[in-house]
């Protein structure tokens, strides 16, 4: 670790900052620091009376800060922040509402909806930890605001998860992620109950635009990595439930930088029935993918557009829509490429020439409407329908002459860094013809009926699954004037001694054709209750999930499945003097099949392939506690996962195939642990550290490896400012992870190949000067009078230039007929300008 921070005071010298930021010494040290003016949190909701009927003038007092609700019962109030609050709703006629034990962070919007009563309603129990997270939930609480801060390639709601423990992901190009020992088709997304998704085609990270969540969208982040409820869906890994923000105030952001730009507008009707909030974003990674070995002419259009629309009809019934559209145009014309590998004593270097190009194009669409209506002050209801659709096209030709020999290492010599002699020379062709459209149809239906602390939840939906694709690919290789076909026992292999004049046949080739339909019915039910054991607070949720689908396409007979899954949760939380919560977590995880689960290596559809299972068993604590009067927290989290059915595959880059069948086992066991709080006043930081290893058994040949046996993960968040400037801030990442098996040859066995990539190290730096915000305010009549936000940046991505490597390049040299893995390199350092202003 030492050997990190000491090139980066190095950084903060040339940049004049050394004097004034203390960021590794308070990291390492953790000492006080000086206190700046208090930040704000923001408390908003409907208060009804007993009727349900929307109550006005009710006046909502914290500290000396103060409001009252308007004619429809709607309320928002500034307050403290980072510090515990006690919020008192008061209305003639009625008994007063006491809020006690309130912590929210910085810029947090928390949402209180009271019902006022003729009794005294005293809720003094809250469970909120220091930085505002639910504590008995056991789902992770993360600020929007700190997403769209923290820098990274690509910044985001992702960019963040990946710096939890037990988060895998080693392509700052993608916003795909596993987790606990999981791959990228096993996390749940949902965005306001509605769940999303992502392009089926992609095969590298360079090919992402955005991922579907726009973090300038967001109110609120929550994220759980396994032993999640049983109203979450069937997958087996995680869950990320996003909420779009439902506007209290007309608002324009936007925001600039050389990789793009974006804009959010926020609006609200007089009467506060209609709200919108609309994001268009505009990306280009040309900055990101220049900064690689290969050098190309690289073009792609990456555009979004999203808007969330809620009407309130009265206080009981609103209607929300979710709408998005996006575009991904995808133009390279890859030329060159040295990569220069291999030890002191032997260096190596790889030299290719392109010809050709790859044209991509994903077009998604997503229509979803989405109705909340509350029955009573006990029963709510809500009905939800959404349209998905995608358009996939992957087409290319490119033809790659390379050349594998020894590099001059005379320092004298003019040819330094130069190929002088070559040890494999050849040419590869790869073509494709990709197609696919999906459609994707659901309806369904949610409840939750609450009385005293118990609540009953239950849902239903039914799901149309349409996918047709077409996919030819092939790969054709020449090595040194042999044509090299695939290592099949067909193909006897005599070269040069007998010439071959069969015709030629590729090394790797795809061509199928696949229509299929999936409808499927699923449904759960569940019971949450909080209850006192002595002077112990406990609380549990029981749940069960059951889901039927049935699959028809061409080609193969209709097939149908059944599974259901019983899940639980329990929490305690001592009566002790320290604030402390223990959770433990089990259940059964299932994941029926999705369309690329059914495809195996050759593209023919496997119906038979049955729903992978897994056992989840977790068992975690959450201390919070206060440090220099600051609010901090340690969460610490043990689990085990047993995989029975399991569907294996391999991982390119972040290209997922399938075998298509369930003949393995795994396992996965680990352990996470975060050190989160206010190590700075006003901010939020933390350290995670995480260890994991999953390993698999297919058909009984003995556990190996998976793709996703990351081992050892450490992150740190860390946001700082100048205790003198304190405008003037710093956000910094650091992940270090150790190296996944990966890299195969084509055709190569896991069982004989488990060689590893190599570890990944990068960090990320921020530094950016707040002009305006809401505690820096410029009189009428000056030009920054009407902005509420404005602030220049830059970033360096990569700071200490790492040379992360995601695959390998394999060629053959022509003495030793051996396959040199030749490293592809991930991105360099690169410097990132950032503006972004909010009116």
């Not at 809720?123 to 939930?137: F, H, L, P, Q, Y």
């Not at 433990?584 to 999705?594: A, K």
């Not at 085990?640 to 075998?659: G, M, P």
Request: some cysteine; glycine content about 6%.
């Amino acid at each position: 670790m030492l050997g990190i921070l000491l090139p980066l005071r190095v950084v903060f010298i040339e940049i004049n900052l050394l004097n004034r930021i203390r960021i590794l010494l308070r990291l390492l040290l953790l000492c006080t620091a000086n206190l700046i003016s208090a930040q704000s949190a923001t408390i908003t909701g409907i208060i009804l009376n007993e009727e349900n009927r929307a109550l006005s003038n009710v006046s909502i007092v914290s500290g000396n800060r103060g409001t009252i609700s308007d004619n429809t019962g709607y309320y928002l109030l500034e307050v403290q922040a980072d510090s515990e609050i006690t919020i008192l709703f008061s209305h003639l006629g009625h008994e007063r509402i006491e809020l006690r034990g309130l912590v929210l962070t910085t810029n947090q919007v928390f949402a209180f909806n009271p019902v006022m009563k003729t009794s005294v309603i005293q809720i003094d129990s809250v469970e909120v930890s220091a930085t505002g997270e639910k504590s008995v939930s056991g789902i992770t609480n993360l600020s929007p605001v700190l997403a769209r801060k923290i820098p990274g390639a690509n910044a985001g709601i992702e960019n963040v998860l990946k710096l939890l423990p037990g988060v895998f992901s080693n392509n700052e190009l993608s916003t795909q992620y596993g987790v606990r020992g999981g791959n990228y088709d096993e996390n749940l997304v949902y965005v306001n109950e509605i769940e999303v998704y992502r392009p089926f085609l992609i095969r590298t990270g360079q090919q992402e635009g955005f991922s579907f969540v726009n973090s300038d969208m967001v109110e609120k982040v929550s994220f759980s990595p396994g032993g999640f409820q049983a109203k979450y869906g069937d997958k087996l890994s995680s869950v990320l439930d996003i909420t779009y923000k439902t506007p209290t105030r007309f608002a324009l952001q936007a925001e600039a930088s050389l990789l793009g730009a974006g804009t959010t507008l926020e609006t609200i009707s007089k009467n506060k029935n209609f709200s919108s909030v609309t994001g268009l974003r505009y990306r280009n990674n040309s900055l990101l993918v220049n900064s690689r070995q290969t050098k190309s002419n690289f073009n792609p259009i990456f555009v979004d557009l999203q808007s969330f629309l809620t009407y309130r009809f009265s206080p009981r019934l609103q209607l929300h829509f979710l709408g998005n559209l996006g575009l991904n145009e995808y133009r390279n014309q890859p030329q060159s490429r040295q990569t220069n590998f291999g030890t002191i004593a032997n260096p190596q270097a790889l030299q290719i020439f392109y010809l050709g190009q790859e044209k991509n194009t994903y077009v998604t669409a997503l229509g979803a409407l989405k109705a909340d209506y509350f029955v009573s002050e006990y029963l709510r209801l809500n009905f939800i329908t959404s349209l998905y659709h995608t358009t996939e096209e992957e087409y290319s030709d490119v033809i790659a002459q390379y050349e594998l020999g020894e590099i001059e290492t005379n320092l004298g010599s003019n040819d330094l860094g130069e190929v002088t002699s070559s040890r494999g020379i050849g040419a590869q062709y790869n073509r494709s013809r990709n197609d696919l459209d999906a459609l994707i149809h659901t309806l369904s239906h949610k409840g939750e009926y609450q009385k005293n602390s118990s609540v009953l939840t239950w849902g239903l939906r039914y799901t149309y699954e349409d996918v047709r694709d077409q996919i030819r690919e092939s790969e054709f290789i020449d090595s040194a004037g042999f044509f090299i076909r695939p290592p099949r026992e067909e193909f006897i292999n005599n070269q040069p001694e007998e010439p071959f004049v069969a015709p030629l046949v590729a090394y790797q080739s795809i061509n199928a054709r696949n229509t299929t339909q999936t409808q499927r019915l699923a449904g759960y039910v569940q019971l949450s209750t909080r209850t006192n054991l002595g002077k112990h607070r406990f609380s549990y949720n029981l749940g069960i999930r059951a889901q039927h689908w049935t699959l028809k396409g061409d080609g193969f007979s209709q097939n149908s499945q059944f599974i259901f899954s019983p899940r639980a949760q329990l929490a305690i939380k001592p009566a002790w003097e320290k604030d402390i919560v223990f959770r433990l977590s089990s259940g059964i995880y299932q994941q029926p099949p999705f369309y690329r689960e059914l495809r195996d290596f050759e593209g023919t559809i496997r119906p038979e392939v049955k729903a992978q299972k897994a056992f989840h068993l977790l068992l975690g604590n959450e201390y919070s506690f206060q440090l220099w009067n600051r609010p901090f927290s340690l969460q610490s989290e043990a689990y085990y996962k047993s995989l029975w059915d399991v569907n294996t595959y391999t991982l390119d880059d972040v290209r997922l195939r399938y075998v298509a069948n369930n003949n393995a086992k795994a396992y996965v066991y680990g352990l996470d642990l975060r050190l989160y709080g206010a190590f700075v006043p006003g901010t939020e930081s933390w350290i995670s550290l995480g260890y994991l290893t999953t390993k698999e058994n297919s058909e009984e040949r003995g556990y190996i490896s998976r793709p996703t046996d990351q081992r050892l993960k450490a992150a740190v968040l860390f946001q700082d400012y100048v205790p003198d400037i304190p405008n003037l801030k710093m956000y910094l990442n650091l992940v270090y992870s150790t190296g996944v098996p990966g890299g195969s040859p084509s055709y190569a066995d896991p069982y004989v190949f488990q060689n590893r990539l190599r570890d990944y190290k990068r960090a990320d730096l921020g530094i950016s000067h707040i002009f305006v915000d809401e505690d820096q305010t410029f009189p009428e009549g000056h030009w920054l009078h009407h902005c509420k936000e404005l602030q220049l940046g830059f970033e360096i991505f990569n700071l200490f230039n790492n040379q992360n490597a995601i695959t390998n390049t394999w060629v053959r040299d022509v003495d030793s007929k051996n396959e040199f893995a030749v490293p592809n390199f991930m991105t360099s350092r690169i410097l990132n300008i950032k503006l972004r202003v909010r009116f």
